[in-house]
């Protein structure tokens, strides 16, 4: 009986007072900093691509269904988005299992991001990743502006209107310090 | 033991469990209750969250609970994570509570706990933590919740990561699924890069095992990149204690090859393990690759082939392509015998998917698999059938069919498992998915449980942080499997609760 009135507890606050703790929109994490290899062996660190766009942190595995479906949406997302400075970054946490089949599975998927293998899943426990695919979307000042687990078809929708949020924002934010430059140089 | 001492022990874990307790709810409260005390818009104010050289909190939780009508059983597992990080330095703890677990064991503890300090070159870890050398061969520390995996390790770990160097020493007691064994290990893992193209790595472990004596695994790795091409190899050797004659040493090999152009790779791998059990009661250190699929469906799982690292070889194969954009194809082929060439598992799958006209996917798929390690030696025949239809850009819904004939040599018994599952989900908030079992089992022995089971799902996203899933029905018993490594997962006739949040 106390076991059960213990767990109706547990229920009861993580029903009803976890939707309290919806963080209000202006609060911003921090994207935790890592680096971890990509498939040919090079050393890829958060912190060197912040400043030129958005990143995605993509967590998936070769065995995740809706990953892989997920993934191969983000591709298409990614061709569009590129060349504004938005990038990437699919982090595999495969085991020792399945890790042989991850590039040919990239290379044969023609997906063209950056795919970093997270050996012991430190990234994921850094993130607090509880399941996968989860995405994390990184303004260029390095703050977290999205996150969602699972993938359910039409989520890429969502993404690249955030995308395109944070795209507007950038924008906006360089043509108000070439604005004010002009302004210093007249004066 | 006398019934004093029995009783005082008995004392002595209640009042454990009830400090544990204590602590647990007093942290909960602490936890929950601070979002209202942080983010109140009066303190907010008075507080700079965007400073960088502020403490950065995060926490997570996942909640598992079902219960059994049948037999008013319920099983609850609850992990809560919780770390600080500030500038080099993370701190971090995670609470587990099972009440019970899925053996009916109840128990909660401070599983994992660690200090961090993050150096550009140099990263040490005081407390718990995980690891893997190469491929696993040697050492691999892990969590997998699905598997109720966990071996972390409880000590130090150094690592020094410099360009085309690295180094990690490590000592530490490994957790078995209750208790820590008290049988430290010291080991160390690194590499280094001769050319672009080329990186040579060695480890070495060292334990002393109660009541059995001193095991060490040593081995060295070669990674070779190429355009188009990959190499991994690697090599290790088990040596039991010299007093222990009768257990002989033992010998492991891994390699893999990948070859690949763009909308198209292979990955050929080959195994040979022999008398390379390395486990410590119900501990297993090492976790090497077991060459067989890892597949996307229910029932092409459910005779996974069980990683055997006393006796076995073999080889597997797998293709990706992309011949047409809308188009994609996989076949893969496994094989391993014991070392007197028994076959003992082997499986040819093959699955191809089609994009039509971004209105709908459909996937099919075969697999003929034959497992050994099965009672009968039965050989499998499985199709499957994926249909996505998209009625909308965020509306859809999904067809699966998933077949299994089962065929036993010894005899013409041959009996079928089929799952249909219809699903329909709205980005990104909510999906809905009825699926159905049945079995023909019962018709080739005496059989007293069900023949069909049916059960509702429900998937929420509460905004971006909390993902909650319910299931209301039954569901068959049976394993789950990842990496060679199974455990059995428990019948369903209830429901159950799952909830994911993030802080």
Redesign the interface.
């Known amino acids: 009986m106390r ?2 009135f ?2 109706l507890i ?2 009861f ?3 009803f ?8 929109k202006d ?4 994207a ?1 900093n890592f ?1 971890a290899k990509n498939l ?2 090079e ?1 890829v660190e958060l912190k060197e691509l912040l400043g030129d766009g958005p990143i995605l942190l993509s967590f998936w595995a ?4 809706p990953c ?2 997920e993934l191969n949406e983000l591709q298409k997302v990614y061709k569009k988005y590129k060349k504004k400075g938005f990038e990437i970054l699919a982090i595999d946490v495969d ?7 991850v ?8 997906w063209e991001f950056p795919v970093l293998w997270d ?4 990234i994921y ?1 850094k993130y ?1 990743v ?2 996968i695919p989860h995405t994390v979307l990184i303004d260029k000042s390095g703050e977290i502006r ?5 993938y ?4 890429e ?2 993404i690249k209107k955030k995308i395109e949020e944070l795209l507007d924002e950038q924008k906006e934010a360089s043509e108000k310090k070439e604005g004010e430059k002009d302004e210093d140089g007249e004066k | 033991m006398s019934k004093r001492k029995l009783q005082k022990k008995k004392r002595g874990k209640r009042m454990k469990m009830v400090k544990n307790k204590i602590v647990f709810l007093c942290l909960s409260f602490v936890i929950f209750f601070s979002p209202f005390v942080i983010f109140d818009s009066s303190l907010a104010q008075d507080l700079d969250f965007s400073d960088t050289d502020s403490w950065e909190i995060s926490a997570s939780n996942q909640l598992e609970y079902s219960l059994d009508r049948k037999n008013h059983q319920d099983i609850f597992h609850n992990w809560f994570d919780f770390n600080w990080t500030y500038d080099l330095y993370d701190v971090g703890l995670r609470y587990e509570a099972h009440q019970p677990d899925d053996l009916g064991k109840t128990y909660q503890e401070l599983s994992y706990r660690y200090f961090d300090l993050s150096g550009e070159f140099l990263k040490l870890t005081v407390g718990n933590y995980y690891v893997m050398f190469g491929r696993g061969l040697i050492l691999r520390s892990y969590e997998n919740r699905d598997l109720r995996h966990d071996n972390n390790l409880e000590g130090i770990k150094g690592t020094i990561d410099l360009d085309g160097f690295d180094l990690t020493l490590l000592g530490g007691t490994p957790k078995g699924r209750y208790e820590r064994i008290n049988d430290p290990l010291h080991a160390v893992d690194g590499s280094i890069a001769f050319f672009d193209w080329m990186s040579l790595g060695g480890s070495y472990l060292r334990t002393n095992i109660t009541d059995f004596g001193f095991v060490r695994l040593y081995g060295g790795n070669a990674t070779l990149t190429f355009p188009h091409l990959d190499l991994y190899g690697e090599f290790a050797r088990k040596d039991n204690p010299a007093e222990r004659f009768i257990e002989k040493d033992g010998d492991g090999i891994y390699l893999s090859s990948n070859i690949y152009y763009t909308g198209f790779g292979v990955s050929l791998e080959y195994k040979d393990y022999e008398r390379f059990d390395f486990t410590n009661r119900d501990v297993t250190y090492n976790n090497p690759p077991s060459l067989t699929k890892e597949h996307l469906y229910s029932l092409l799982n459910r005779h996974a082939y069980i990683l055997n690292l006393y006796d076995e070889r073999g080889f597997q194969v797998q293709t990706t392509s992309t011949p047409h954009e809308k188009l994609s194809l996989l076949a893969n082929y496994s094989y391993t015998t014991d070392h007197k060439d028994k076959m003992i598992f082997s499986e040819i799958y093959g699955e191809a998917e089609y994009d039509y006209k971004d209105l709908a996917t459909i996937k099919g798929g075969f697999s003929r698999m034959e497992n050994k390690q099965v009672e009968g030696s039965p050989y499998y025949l499985a199709p499957v059938f994926d249909l996505t239809y998209y009625l909308s850009g965020q509306t859809s819904i999904a067809f699966v069919l998933e077949h299994l004939w089962t065929n036993k040599y010894d005899g013409d018994l041959t009996y079928y498992d089929q799952i249909i599952s219809l699903g329909l989900s709205h980005s990104p908030i909510i999906s809905l998915t009825f699926t159905h079992e049945r079995t023909t089992e019962w018709k080739t022995r005496d059989w007293s449980g069900k023949k069909r089971w049916f059960v509702t799902t429900l998937g929420l996203s509460l905004g971006e942080k909390h993902n909650l899933s319910l299931s209301i029905g039954s569901r068959r018993a049976g394993k789950v499997c990842s990496g060679g490594v199974c455990t059995a997962r428990p019948a369903l006739d209830g429901w159950e609760l799952k909830l994911l949040s993030q802080f």
């Open positions: 076991i059960l213990s767990k547990f229920l606050l993580f029903l007072i976890f939707p309290l703790s919806v963080q209000p609060k911003k994490t921090t935790p680096v040919d062996g050393k070769t065995w995740c269904k892989i479906k085991g020792p299992r399945s890790r042989s089949k590039k040919p599975m990239v290379k044969g998927l023609k050996k012991s899943k430190s426990r607090h509880l399941g999205y996150t969602h687990t699972t359910r078809p039409g989520d929708e969502v």
